[in-house]
């Protein structure tokens, strides 16, 4: 019992069981004895529903990025300057990201909400595969392709009128009804500030995390690459479950390196959600 008379909360005594603890063992008991367990998700936890990661790995797939300069065809200034070679080549992320559904390590976190042993997910995705999935208090720290909006007029509009006008556009530019303007989508490219009110909730929840659960990310990415050293500094615990290495690692409490399907199901039975 903690010193203010809070009792954690546990699903299975997995300390009482005298067992050797393996990564997924000792991650559940982890969570078993945390007041607040948060996950941060990344492009690694979407590759089992078909959407090619960032960078890819060699052997395994193709990055969505290969042979293609982000900081060229998908920052802030190239939407400005070439709206046409900006959507030739979103327009396409579009339609590989449109259609996919999410997977068991989605509907893992699902579970663990649902049974109160999960307070939030943040994601660095844009593909709403966490929203799809049914996960409740979702940060989207990179907004997502539920649509574009005007940057003239502020026109919004959703993705399946995007999509119709990108098809009919004879330069493959979706436009603004209103006024004509190429739309953007509502997603953070290069070059832009995150939302402040995303960041500073995310960072809240870091803070007070007990254990965070960093999954299918490279934790390359920041600002929110350091949202985990929020949770280490303020004296909780890091769990990272994903297969590249990360500059974290060395601090964490519990490194998987297996499937993130596989490895989050284990983690569910072994909290017996399932």
Same mark, same amino acid.
């Given at each position: ?6 009792t954690?909360?546990?699903v299975v ?15 559940a008991?982890l ?7 948060v996950?941060l998700?990344g ?8 959407i ?6 060699a052997?395994?797939q193709? /990055?969505?990025? &290969?042979? =293609?300069?982000?900081?060229? !065809?998908?920052?802030i200034? #190239?939407?400005? $300057? %070439?709206? *046409? ?31 109160g ?6 994601t ?10 049914g ?16 940057? /003239?007029?502020? &026109?919004? =509009?959703?993705?399946e009128? !995007?999509?119709?006008r990108? #098809?009919?556009? $004879? %330069?493959? *530019? ?14 953070v ?13 995310a960072r809240?929840l ?15 990415v ?14 909780g615990?890091?769990a ?6 990360t ?5 964490a409490?519990v490194?998987?390196r297996g499937?993130?399907?596989s ?7 072994a909290?017996?959600?399932?």
């Open positions: 019992m903690y010193s203010d008379g809070y954690p909360r546990s005594d997995i300390a009482a069981e005298a067992e050797p603890t393996t990564g997924i063992a000792r991650l008991e969570i078993g004895g945390a007041r607040s367990v996950a998700t492009a690694g936890i979407s590759v089992p529903s078909g090619p990661d960032f960078r890819g790995r052997g395994i193709k /990055g969505l990025w &290969e042979n =293609v300069d982000p900081m060229e !065809v998908a920052h200034d #190239a939407f400005r $300057s %070439d709206p *046409v070679r900006f959507w030739s080549f979103y327009g396409r992320r579009f339609a590989t990201l449109g259609g996919k559904l999410p997977n068991g390590a989605h509907r893992a976190l699902v579970a663990m909400e649902e049974k042993l999960l307070d939030a997910v943040i660095q995705n844009i593909d709403m595969l966490h929203r799809r999935a996960t409740r208090e979702l940060i989207e720290m990179h907004g997502n392709i539920a649509g574009c909006s005007c940057p /003239g007029c502020g &026109e919004r =509009v959703p993705l009128q !995007v999509s119709a990108l #098809a009919a556009a $004879s %330069d493959g *530019v979706p436009r603004c009804d209103a006024c004509g303007r190429p739309l953007k989508p509502d997603v490219l290069f070059g832009e500030l995150l939302s402040q009110s995303a960041l500073e909730r809240e870091c803070e007070g995390a007990d254990v965070l659960l960093c999954v299918g990310s490279s934790l390359e920041h600002p929110v690459a350091g949202l985990p050293r929020l949770t280490h500094a303020a004296g615990q890091l990272i479950l994903t297969q590249g290495p500059p974290l690692d060395e601090l409490s490194r998987l499937d993130v399907v490895e989050l199901q284990a983690l569910c039975q909290l017996a959600l399932s």
